[in-house]
């Protein structure tokens, strides 16, 4: 039997390639529903998403993130914060980024988690309140090279999935 959404977290991977192509304004709005409709501790949604597409705007963002350069070639980015005085806002907001990326993948759009503290500057720079934390900027595109869906180098099941106790085969 087949399963889309299981398909689609077998197969997504990391991008960090993408053409010159702009992303569809409908389609980010899907990826933005995704994240906003995600469960969260409480119902309190402790996050804000700020979808970036402007050029010039993206280089910022590939500059002010040690770890993603290449949000600089993406046709679009999604800065992720968190409201820092919910405990739970940071497993809140993973759940909501997988949420997106998933999104994403599903309609041919690659992505990558970049950053992930110290990123003020990023704060700064979108102009988030200061009692905001951002957690991640996702650079979007549509991957620049054919990509093998599917292959990756995962731990077998045996060693990360146990049923009931520790060690025991699910």
């Known amino acids: ?16 390639e ?6 569809p ?12 409709l995600t469960a969260s501790g409480s119902n309190k949604q402790p996050w804000h998403f700020v979808f970036v597409t402007q050029p010039e705007a993206l280089r910022e963002l590939g500059r002010l993130v040690r770890t993603g350069p290449y949000t600089a ?5 999604i800065v992720a914060s968190i409201e820092r005085d919910n405990p739970l806002a940071l497993s809140d907001v993973s759940r909501a980024i ?19 503290a110290g990123l003020d500057g990023v704060r700064d720079y979108v102009g988030l309140p200061g009692t905001y934390d951002v957690v991640a900027v996702i650079p979007l595109g549509y991957p620049k090279r054919k990509l093998g869906k599917g292959l990756k180098n995962r731990k077998p099941a045996d060693e990360v999935l146990s049923a009931e106790r520790f060690g025991n085969p699910l």
């Open 73 to 77: 070639g993406a046709a679009a980015a």
């Open 1 to 16: 039997m087949a399963n889309e959404v299981f398909d689609t977290a077998r197969t997504v991977l990391a991008v960090r």
């Open 25 to 36: 304004h409908e389609l980010l709005h899907r990826i933005g529903e995704a994240g906003r």
């Open 98 to 116: 997988q949420s997106m990326i998933l999104t994403a993948w599903a309609e041919g759009v690659g992505s990558n988690w970049t950053g992930f």
């Open 18 to 23: 993408f053409q010159d192509r702009p992303i």
